[in-house]
């Protein structure tokens, strides 16, 4: 069993940065793949970045080159830096946790935090 327990979201205004936060209870964070997802009001949850246990990453296209995912195992924590936030980029946003190596899609994903909402202003 692993607790996830997201921070870090707030307002901010276009172009601005935010880092979120997810830090994970138990002694096996390493060995799972870990993920970010998004979603926006009315809208389905979407894949935003992921990690593997030897930190390979995946990106989605709409935050490539904005957004960068890491992991430090000894602190248990994930996190999302986000960079030049769009108005679009408005969601609540979830850490999550895999047994895979690595996943893009939410239902290959076991524990789920309770999210953090993002609001970016134009």
């Known amino acids: 069993q692993v607790q996830l327990v997201e921070s870090g979201g707030g307002l901010v205004q276009a172009g601005d940065s935010l880092r979120l936060s997810c830090v994970a209870s138990?002694?096996?964070?390493?060995?799972?793949?870990m993920g970010w997802f998004r979603q926006a009001l009315g809208k389905e949850r979407e894949f935003v970045a992921a990690i593997s246990r030897s930190d390979g990453r995946s990106y989605a296209d709409s935050v490539k080159g904005r957004f960068t995912i890491s992991r430090d195992n000894a602190k248990n924590t994930l996190y999302l830096q986000m960079n030049s936030l769009k108005p679009e980029d408005t969601a609540v946003y979830y850490c999550?946790?895999?047994?895979?190596?690595?996943?893009?899609?939410?239902?290959?994903?076991?524990?789920w935090g309770q999210g953090t909402q993002v609001t970016v202003s134009s």
């Open positions: 999550a946790a895999t047994s895979l190596p690595i996943a893009i899609i939410p239902r290959f994903y076991n524990y």
């Open positions: 138990g002694r096996t964070f390493g060995s799972y793949g």
